[in-house]
């Protein structure tokens, strides 16, 4: 089963290069060039990821866009992608579980992408079992596979 991914950004030149090469390393992608058009796919649609851009058509518009993903019954994993990074840690406050930054390698990318789904994955799995010492223990591990990965991004 491919893994489906929702991209969103108003950049036409950006949605379809990303989407022509997430789909090449076998994911199946859905685009949406607003953030309108994105709340509505992810209300009647199911995805692993929701990937938006920050800045579309308002400053908020990716903001939006996450939010209504993480109201989301089904749980996708979320990333905001920027050419404009939030300083620190505070996009996590927003609500993403990733911060993606344009331009960037595509390799990079699909590191971020394969971490990002293998770890929300494992968090929903703890979640699931409803036993907060497997989510207390994971949430360590989850810090290290994400260093570890940038760590991996940064040599290569």
Do not use: C
């Amino acid at each position: 089963m491919k893994r489906r991914i929702l991209l969103v950004d108003d950049e036409l030149a950006v949605l379809l290069t990303l989407k022509a090469v997430l789909e090449i390393n076998g994911f199946e992608v859905e685009t949406a060039a607003s953030a309108r058009e994105a709340k509505s796919k992810i209300k009647n649609a199911q995805y692993h990821m929701v990937i938006t851009d920050m800045r579309m058509e308002s400053e908020s518009a990716g903001l939006e866009v996450v939010q209504t993903a993480k109201k989301a019954a089904y749980q996708p994993a979320v990333a905001m992608l920027t050419a404009f990074p939030i300083p620190g840690e505070d996009w996590q406050a927003e609500g993403a579980d990733e911060m993606l930054v344009k331009p960037m390698n595509t390799q990079d990318l699909l590191v971020q992408i394969e971490a990002l789904l293998v770890t929300h994955e494992d968090n929903k799995r703890g979640s699931a079992k409803k036993q907060p010492e497997l989510v207390t223990a994971d949430t360590p591990s989850t810090g290290k596979a994400r260093a570890s990965t940038r760590k991996a991004i940064a040599t290569s």
